[in-house]
């Protein structure tokens, strides 16, 4: 049974940064391509980056280009998103998962706060 676990959410002042991780159970990140999605409350759950199995492409939503980096330790088969210069609209609940998603395979998701 695959699992997805996310971890280093929390709360940050605006212009604070947050390292997220993902790691998973029953299946290796290595081989695939993964993204980073978020849901905010009241508002659908959105895709905020991606990075292809190979690591060569990279997408990022407009909110966020220049500002969230997503990357891969292949070694430790974990998956990353650095968010720098935070802002109160990145306030959400943070989920890893595949690209395209598969429904099964959300996890409980990282709360990410930004507030003063």
């Known amino acids: 049974q695959v699992q997805l676990v996310e971890s280093g959410g929390g709360l940050v002042q605006p212009g604070g940064s947050l390292r997220l991780s993902c790691a998973a159970s029953g299946i290796s990140l290595n081989f695939l391509p993964m993204g980073w999605y978020r849901q905010a409350p009241g508002k659908e759950r959105e895709l905020v980056a991606s990075i292809s199995s190979g690591g060569s492409a990279i997408y990022y939503s407009d909110s966020v280009r220049g500002r969230f980096f997503i990357s891969r330790d292949v070694a430790k088969r974990l998956v990353y998103l650095q968010m720098n210069s935070l802002k109160p609209e990145d306030t959400a609940v943070y989920y890893c998962?595949?690209?395209?998603?598969?429904?099964?395979?959300w996890g409980q998701g990282t709360q990410v706060t930004v507030s003063s």
């Open positions: 998962n595949t690209v395209p998603f598969k429904s099964q395979y």
